[in-house]
C-alpha cells in the first residue's frame, strides 16, 4: 500500500491545517491508518490514528483537544484537522498504514507503509 499525504504549509499561531491520506489500494477493514510527525533533532512520535474496522480514534494527549480525525471509506482516504495550531507542533508529518492492534497504535514500527511526509511549519 502506497500513502500519499498532501495538505502541509506555512500557518500562524492559533490558525488551522488539514492533512490528507490517500491508500493507493482499498484497505481492509482490519487496516489502521495514522500520523506521526518528527521535529528537527526528536524522535518520531505519535499523533493520532484511525482503525478503520471499529472507526476508532485515537490521539496523542498532547493534540487530542486541538486535532481531529476522519475518513473517507470510499476513497480509504483519512484526513486529520489541526486546529489552534502552536509552535511546538511545526514538524514533518507522516502518515502511517498497516494491520496494527489498537494496543500498538502509537508505536511507530508496528507500522508497515509510510507516506512521504509533509512539511508543518506554524510561526509565532
Known amino acids: 500500500v502506497q500513502l500519499v499525504e498532501s495538505g502541509g504549509g506555512l500557518v500562524q499561531a492559533g490558525g488551522s491545517l488539514r492533512l490528507s491520506c490517500a491508500a493507493s489500494?482499498?484497505?481492509?477493514?482490519?487496516?489502521?491508518m495514522g500520523w506521526f510527525r518528527q521535529a528537527p533533532g526528536k524522535e518520531r512520535e505519535f499523533v493520532a490514528a484511525?482503525?478503520?474496522?471499529?472507526?476508532?480514534?485515537y490521539y496523542a494527549d498532547s493534540v487530542k483537544d486541538r486535532f481531529s480525525l476522519s475518513a473517507d471509506n470510499a476513497k480509504s482516504t483519512i484526513y486529520l484537522q489541526m486546529n489552534s495550531l502552536k509552535p511546538e507542533d511545526t514538524a514533518v508529518y507522516y502518515c502511517?498504514?498497516?494491520?496494527?492492534?489498537?494496543?500498538?497504535?502509537?508505536?511507530?514500527?508496528?507500522?508497515?507503509?509510510w507516506g512521504q511526509g509533509t512539511q508543518v511549519t506554524v510561526s509565532s
Open positions: 502511517a498504514g498497516g494491520v496494527v492492534s489498537r494496543l500498538v497504535v502509537a508505536i511507530a514500527r508496528t507500522y508497515d507503509s
Open positions: 489500494t482499498r484497505t481492509s477493514s482490519s487496516y489502521t
Open positions: 484511525l482503525t478503520w474496522n471499529s472507526q476508532g480514534k
